[in-house]
T-cell receptor
Framework: EPEVTQTPSHQVTQMGQEVILRCVPISNHLYFYWYRQILGQKVEFLVSFYNNEISEKSEIFDDQFSVERPDGSNFTLKIRSTKLEDSAMYFC????????????FGSGTRLTVV | GENVEQHPSTLSVQEGDSAVIKCTYSDSASNYFPWYKQELGKRPQLIIDIRSNVGEKKDQRIAVTLNKTAKHFSLHITETQPEDSAVYFCAASFLTGGFKTIFGAGTRLFVKA
């Protein structure tokens, strides 16, 4: 079964540093999303991305966050100046057709800001 | 804003019993309702979903019901097994510019052998 791959699996960073989380979507998927999950809490929507544009974002996704798909394969989430409260599990999710059949989630990146 | 309420937060059942998890959603534009199972330290995985034009859907031991008028939907697991123990998330999805999915807070299900 095709998988969504995320790297790194775990990232530890100093507060104020920039981090880039990477996702390789399933090859024929066109819709991409980032979600985060603070330990023990629910999965929270960050952003949706289609056709090289953000199509929707949440209040969490402020100016410190950005997404891009620079080379047509990797889908990245950048946090410019990390804060302690950014510590969470970040999941990439993709789907081939919008709203059909649920997401395929990546394995996640655990971000720890110290 | 959009919200999905999920109950209970924790559910403990004896192996073989049924488990029911209930959710309500706030945005009437929601038209797709997936359920995810998340085992400890792993990614959420889709287990069943239902669309707004359907009232009930079943897949072996798992069933989901939807009441659009009341904005309620529920997950039913019959003949529970220890391997069903996990956190279950309901979610409601809708189109708003892009496609957005709002998750419930999760239900931690314990199935005791």
């Amino acid at each position: 079964e095709p998988e969504v791959t995320q790297t790194p699996s775990h990232q530890v960073t100093q507060m104020g540093q920039e981090v880039i989380l990477r996702c390789v979507p399933i090859s024929n998927h066109l819709y991409f999303y980032w979600y985060r999950q603070i330990l023990g809490q629910k999965v929270e929507f960050l952003v949706s991305f289609y056709n090289n544009e953000i199509s929707e974002k949440s209040e969490i996704f402020d100016d410190q966050f950005s997404v891009e798909r620079p080379d047509g394969s990797n889908f990245t989430l950048k946090i410019r100046s990390t804060k302690l409260e950014d510590s969470a599990m970040y999941f990439c999710a993709t789907e081939r057709v919008q709203g059909r059949g649920g997401y395929t989630f990546g394995s996640g990146t655990r971000l720890t800001v110290v | 804003g959009e919200n999905v309420e999920q109950h209970p937060s924790t559910l403990s059942v004896q192996e073989g019993d049924s488990a029911v998890i209930k959710c309500t959603y706030s945005d009437s534009a929601s038209n797709y309702f997936p359920w995810y199972k998340q085992e400890l330290g792993k990614r959420p995985q889709l287990i069943i979903d239902i669309r707004s034009n359907v009232g009930e859907k079943k897949d072996q031991r798992i069933a989901v019901t939807l009441n659009k008028t009341a904005k309620h939907f529920s997950l039913h697991i019959t003949e529970t097994q220890p391997e069903d123990s996990a956190v279950y998330f309901c979610a409601a999805s809708f189109l708003t510019g892009g496609f957005k999915t709002i998750f419930g807070a999760g239900t931690r299900l314990f199935v005791k052998a």
